[in-house]
T-cell receptor
Framework: DGGITQSPKYLFRKEGQNVTLSCEQN?????MYWYRQDPGQGLRLIYY???????QKGDIAEGYSVSREKKESFPLTVTSAQKNPTAFYLC???????????FGDGTRLSIL | KQEVTQIPAALSVPEGENLVLNCSFT??????LQWFRQDPGKGLTSLLL?????REQTSGRLNASLDKSSGRSTLYIAASQPGDSATYLC?????????????FGTGTSLTVIP
């Protein structure tokens, strides 16, 4: 069954701690995206990657980091520099060309 | 920077009604537009994608239209059902030398009353 798997579903972060959110896809998509969703706001782009070993900052990249060492994986690290990390994080992927984005089920991050 | 607006923010209709959701965007230089459905606490499910050269797309009871020149798209849902209750989001994509970026509206929360 092809799709995008995000883990964990829920994550808690202590002050000063870095946490990493996992995103894995078996759709053979080249492009992958990380979004943040806050109540009453639309999705905002954090980082995106068009190919392996390359990624670009989105509108709200500060306090986050990513890597794209494998085509199927695009992990997101929320660093201690991100002062307001509580949000719902969504990962997406897309094939090349005019193709739709496909989303995972999200990770909800909260602060302890 | 592209801005996407969705009106209304919330909509409640009786079962069986036809309804229209609206999406507007500020920059008409888009690559494509995509409509999504989001259930509470879940990710987004793609409903329809319209290329910038197209005027509309249909899937079952759903029909999406695109008027690039006026910066508008509508999602028409025919014969609404309680299972259609969800938040509907539109997203427009633009291209640059670093790839495609997508800009999302804040969504319309739809409730279909049995």
């Amino acid at each position: 069954d092809g799709g995008i798997t995000q883990s964990p579903k829920y994550l808690f972060r202590k002050e000063g701690q870095n946490v990493t959110l996992s995103c894995e896809q078996n759709l053979n998509h080249d492009a992958m995206y990380w979004y943040r969703q806050d109540p009453g706001q639309g999705l905002r782009l954090i980082y995106y990657s068009q190919i392996v070993n390359d990624f670009q900052k989105g509108d709200i990249a500060e306090g986050y980091s990513v890597s794209r060492e494998k085509k199927e994986s695009f992990p997101l690290t929320v660093t201690s520099a991100q002062k307001n990390p509580t949000a719902f994080y969504l990962c997406a992927s897309r094939a090349q060309g005019v193709q739709p984005q496909h989303f995972g089920d999200g990770t909800r991050l909260s602060i302890l | 920077k592209q801005e996407v607006t969705q009106i209304p923010a919330a909509l409640s209709v009786p079962e069986g009604e036809n309804l229209v959701l609206n999406c507007s965007f500020t920059d008409s230089a888009i690559y494509n537009l995509q409509w999504f459905r989001q259930d509470p606490g879940k990710g987004l499910t793609s409903l329809l994608l319209i290329q910038s050269s197209q005027r509309e797309q249909t899937s079952g009871r759903l029909n999406a239209s695109l008027d690039k020149s006026s910066g508008r798209s509508t999602l028409y849902i025919a014969a609404s059902q309680p299972g259609d209750s969800a938040t509907y989001l539109c997203a427009v994509s633009t291209t640059s030398n670093t790839g495609n970026q997508f800009y999302f509206g804040t969504g319309t929360s739809l409730t279909v009353i049995p």
